[in-house]
């Protein structure tokens, strides 16, 4: 079994700044790629960032120049670093992580409000 921790949601006026970790425990000896997803009320989840073990990124054309992923592998640790933030940044935040195998876990997700 494996355990997504995700912990760094609040509340933040907007222009103000916001960082997400997500730790992995449990049943999982490797992971390929580890990312963060969102969704909104009456919306799709959708991609924010995604990160490689190697550190290839990409990142949703929204967030680009607001946001940094990052990782550590040691820890099996994701982090988002979310600056500038706007109001349309609202929504929760998910974790997911890949394992070279391609399964697939998410987190619990953490609730981001960014006030006008």
């Known amino acids: 079994q494996v355990q997504l921790v995700e912990s760094g949601g609040g509340l933040v006026q907007a222009g103000g700044s916001l960082r997400l970790s997500c730790a992995a425990s449990g049943s999982i000896y490797s992971i390929n790629v580890m990312g963060w997803y969102r969704q909104a009320p009456e919306k799709q989840r959708e991609l924010v960032a995604t990160?490689?073990?190697?550190?290839?990124?990409n990142y949703a054309d929204s967030v680009k120049g607001r946001f940094t992923i990052s990782r550590d592998n040691a820890k099996n640790t994701v982090y988002l670093q979310m600056n500038s933030l706007k109001p349309e940044d609202t929504a929760v935040y998910y974790c997911?992580?890949?394992?070279?195998?391609?399964?697939?876990?998410w987190g619990q997700g953490t609730q981001v409000t960014v006030s006008s």
């Open positions: 997911k992580v890949t394992t070279p195998l391609g399964y697939n876990y």
């Open positions: 990160i490689t073990s190697g550190g290839s990124t």
